[in-house]
């Protein structure tokens, strides 16, 4: 290789990572507490925005303990954007001393319901908005862009056509918006006492239940013992995108839910299970 062609490359070099540096340089930094609020900042920031998720999508937000890389990661970025109900928020915010602007969402229910991810994912552009005027209106068109996709997810087929289900309480909102009929449900594995299994026994024998639906990250198993007692199928859902593989997106978790639900009520027809 000769002088030139040397010196060529070199050049070419340092010009792209002057161009990567002055890119990552100019991108808003957000920190976010799961991995729902992180899918949709992406799918609002686009490459205007570099999102950190301090929870990962299979962990329950409610059982996370802060970590010394999180006070660093909120000291150094523009924006801490959260559920509003994460316990340990305030312990980080006051040990980071973060002068980043601090946006608890604040949109009860489940975010994979259509209509609710629409009022979750307007107030995050909202607040990435506030967090960069620059781009505001980029954050906007790209709002529009995913309001699009949201409504086209919202009239899909509604899959449950009144089967009884038994479900996680983190599951419920969903499986009504696909058409089930949710005949009961309960909390998390420390709260269900042999008392409220006992009465779940006796409902889903009565409503005939085909289908006992868990939460991945409250419970994957908590309705394995209620589900084989009622001969009926149990499967797991997610209600956060990265609970399981090839779901990194608001939409690819919706999707998998649903066909995961899909295959359930296909083989209870199958096998013509009653739920006795």
């Not at 009884?164 to 089930?180: H, K, N, P, R, T």
């Not at 005949?183 to 009465?199: A, I, M, N």
Request: one cysteine or more.
């Amino acid at each position: 290789m000769n002088i030139r062609r040397l010196s060529i490359i070199i050049l070419v070099l340092v010009l792209c990572t002057a161009h990567c540096c002055r890119a990552l340089a100019s991108q808003l930094s957000v920190v976010t507490t799961t991995t729902l609020i992180g899918s949709l900042v992406r799918e609002v920031g686009g490459t205007n925005v570099r999102a950190k998720v301090l929870i990962s999508g299979a962990s329950c937000p409610g059982q996370y303990d802060m970590r010394p890389g999180d006070v660093s990661a909120l000291r150094h970025c523009g924006a801490l954007i959260f559920h509003g109900y994460e316990q340990f928020v305030p312990n980080l915010v006051k040990a980071s001393q973060s002068k980043a602007l601090i946006v608890p969402i604040g949109v009860d229910g489940n975010w994979l319901v259509p209509n609710t991810c629409l009022k979750a994912v307007d107030k995050i552009a909202e607040s990435l908005g506030r967090a960069d005027p620059s781009h505001r209106s980029e954050y906007a068109a790209r709002l529009t862009v995913f309001v699009g996709k949201i409504r086209r997810m919202e009239r899909l087929p509604k899959v449950g056509r009144g089967t009884a289900v038994i479900c996680s309480d983190q599951q419920s909102q969903l499986l009504e918006w696909l058409g089930f009929k949710v005949v009961g449900k309960y909390g998390r594995p420390e709260d269900l006492t042999p008392q409220e299994l006992h009465k779940l026994f006796g409902i889903a024998r009565e409503q005939k239940v085909s289908l006992v639906v868990d939460n991945l990250q409250s419970g994957p198993q908590e309705g394995v013992q209620l589900a084989r007692a009622v001969h009926a199928n149990h499967i797991v859902l997610s209600s956060f995108p990265e609970g399981f593989p090839g779901t990194g997106t608001w939409e690819s978790t919706l999707r998998s839910n649903i066909n995961r639900v899909v295959e359930a009520v296909k083989e209870s027809n199958a096998i013509g299970n009653t739920g006795k």
